[in-house]
C-alpha cells in the first residue's frame, strides 16, 4: 500500500471508501495502532453528525421492531479462549496471543461486516412484502419488463416497481392504477420526467390490474385515465 | 401537625438518574427486551433522521433503520464500550448500513429511483427537545470551522453517501486531496466538538 495509507482513515470513517479499498484499509487497521486510535474518535465525531440529522422516525416503526426483537434470537458473546492444545500447536504462546488480539480488534471494528448477511431475516416493509411466504411476482410482459408487482395476498400488500418506461418530458407523468369491478383508482402519479421508481401499496382490495399511464405533469386532473394504458399487470 | 412544609427554593426532588446508553445496551445484551425499547425510544430518532438523510426515501429510511436496529438487538454482546459509546456504535452502523443500501440500490437497477409517489408518507421535522437543538447548533458552529473544502468533503461523504472518489469528481478536486481534506475536517470536528479520545 502506498505511504499515505494512514490518511484514508478519515475517509474510512466516513464509509467513502469503495468496497476494494475498504478491505485494505481494514487489514491496515489490524498493524496500525494509531489508525485504529484516531477511527474511534473520529467514528464518535462523525456519530456527532448523525445525531444533528435526527428526525421523529414513523409511528409505526417502534411496534415494527420490538416485536421482531422479541422473535429474533441474539449473538452469543464472542469468547476469546483459545484451547490450550491449539496454543501447543502454534508452537509458542506469542503466536496465539497475537491471534487472540487480532481476533479481539476484529470483532469490534468489524462488527457492521460480520452480521450483514445473517441480518437479511431483519426486514422493512418493502422487503418484507417482496419476500413474503406467499408473493407472487407479476410482470406486464416477459423478460425484463417494465412494470413488476410482488404481491403478497396475506399482508394484502404489493411493491409496484417501474423500470425504465419510455422517456417522457417535464409535461408528462407516469401514473399507476389499480383497476377493479368498479373502474381505475389511483395508486398516485410519479414525479414528471421520470421513468423509475418502487411503490408500497397497501389497499390493492378486489384489483384485477394494475395499469400505467401518461397523464399531464403530476397526474390527471380528473382522477381518471386520460389515455389507454401504456404497460399493464394482471393480477389474477 | 398541618404546618405547611418549608420548601426551600432550588432544585426540586433529584430526578432518577437517566441510566446511560451503555448500561442499557448491556442489559439488552442480556435479552432484557425492556431495555431495548428504551433504547429504541432514546435512539431511533437519530438512527432514522441519519438513514433518511443518506437514503432520502422514506421507506426505504424505514427498512435501514428497522435493520439497523434488529441489528443492535442481534449483536449487543459484541459492543465493546473500550472502543467508543453505544451512541457512536449504532450510528456507526446505521451509516454504514445507510450507505450499503443507497450503493446497493444504484448498482442493482442502474436508474431505478426510490420514491414515495404521493408524498403522503413524510413526517414532519419534530426535534423540539432542547438538547437535539443545542446539539444542532453545536455540530453547524463546528462545521463552520472547517474550510469549504473540508466541509464540502465531509458532507459529502457523510450525509450524501459519497465515496471520496465520487466527491472528488463532485468537486472537481484531486481525489488525493480529497481523502486528506476528509481526514485533517475530521480532526478540526473532532476538536471544535470536544470529542474525548
Ligand atoms: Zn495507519
Redesign the pocket.
Known amino acids: 500500500m502506498s505511504p499515505d ?2 490518511t ?2 478519515g475517509a474510512y470513517a466516513l464509509d467513502a471508501l469503495d468496497e476494494r479499498e475498504q478491505a485494505d484499509f481494514e487489514q ?2 489490524q ?6 486510535a ?1 477511527l474511534v474518535e473520529f467514528q464518535a465525531t462523525a456519530a456527532r453528525l448523525g445525531e444533528a440529522a435526527s428526525m421523529a422516525p414513523p409511528a409505526g416503526l417502534r411496534e415494527s421492531v420490538l416485536a421482531a426483537a422479541s422473535r429474533t434470537p441474539q449473538q452469543r458473546p464472542v469468547v476469546t479462549v483459545v484451547p490450550i492444545s491449539r496454543w501447543r500447536r502454534y508452537g509458542t504462546t506469542l503466536v496465539a496471543a497475537a491471534a487472540v488480539i487480532a481476533a479481539v480488534s476484529l470483532g469490534v471494528l468489524y462488527v457492521g461486516e460480520q452480521n450483514r448477511n445473517d441480518e437479511l431475516q431483519t426486514q422493512g416493509p418493502v422487503s418484507r412484502v417482496k419476500n413474503a411466504p406467499d408473493v407472487e411476482v407479476l410482470a406486464s410482459g416477459p423478460g425484463k419488463a417494465p412494470v413488476r408487482v410482488y404481491y403478497s395476498r396475506s399482508l394484502d400488500q404489493a411493491v409496484v416497481m417501474v423500470d425504465d418506461l419510455p422517456t417522457i418530458d417535464k409535461k408528462h407523468s407516469y401514473e399507476m392504477w389499480a383497476i377493479d369491478a368498479e373502474g381505475p383508482k389511483s395508486l398516485g402519479a410519479m414525479p414528471e420526467a421520470t421513468e423509475s421508481g418502487t411503490k408500497l401499496v397497501s389497499d390493492l382490495g378486489q384489483a384485477t390490474q394494475v395499469a400505467v399511464t401518461m397523464e399531464p405533469a403530476g397526474g390527471s386532473p380528473t382522477g381518471k385515465p386520460t389515455g389507454p394504458p401504456v404497460e399493464a399487470v394482471d393480477l389474477t | 401537625m398541618n404546618a405547611k412544609t418549608l420548601q426551600f427554593p432550588g432544585p426540586g426532588p433529584a430526578e432518577e438518574p437517566e441510566e446511560s446508553l451503555d448500561e442499557l445496551l448491556s442489559q439488552v445484551a442480556r435479552g432484557d427486551e425492556e431495555a431495548f425499547a428504551q433504547l429504541y425510544d432514546r435512539t431511533s430518532s437519530a438512527v432514522y433522521g441519519l438513514a433518511r438523510r443518506v437514503v432520502r426515501d422514506p421507506a426505504r429510511a424505514e427498512e435501514v433503520s428497522q435493520e439497523v436496529l434488529l441489528q443492535v438487538w442481534r449483536t449487543a454482546s459484541r459492543f465493546d464500550r473500550s472502543r467508543g459509546s453505544a451512541k457512536s456504535w449504532i450510528l456507526t452502523l446505521t451509516h454504514r448500513r445507510a450507505v450499503d443500501a443507497v450503493r446497493h440500490d444504484q448498482a442493482s437497477t442502474d436508474r431505478e429511483r426510490r420514491y414515495d409517489w404521493t408524498g403522503g408518507r413524510d413526517v414532519d421535522v419534530v426535534d423540539d427537545e432542547v438538547t437535539l437543538r443545542m446539539e444542532h447548533q453545536q455540530v453547524r458552529r463546528c462545521m463552520g470551522t472547517l474550510t469549504t473544502l473540508q466541509r464540502e468533503a465531509v458532507g459529502l461523504a457523510y450525509y450524501g453517501g459519497h465515496t471520496y472518489a465520487e466527491t472528488a469528481t463532485l468537486l472537481d478536486a484531486n481525489p488525493a486531496t480529497i481523502k486528506t481534506r476528509m481526514r485533517d475536517g475530521l480532526i478540526r470536528l473532532r476538536d471544535c466538538l470536544g470529542v474525548a479520545s
Open positions: 495509507v494512514h484514508l482513515v491496515h487497521l498493524s496500525c495502532t494509531t489508525c485504529s484516531e
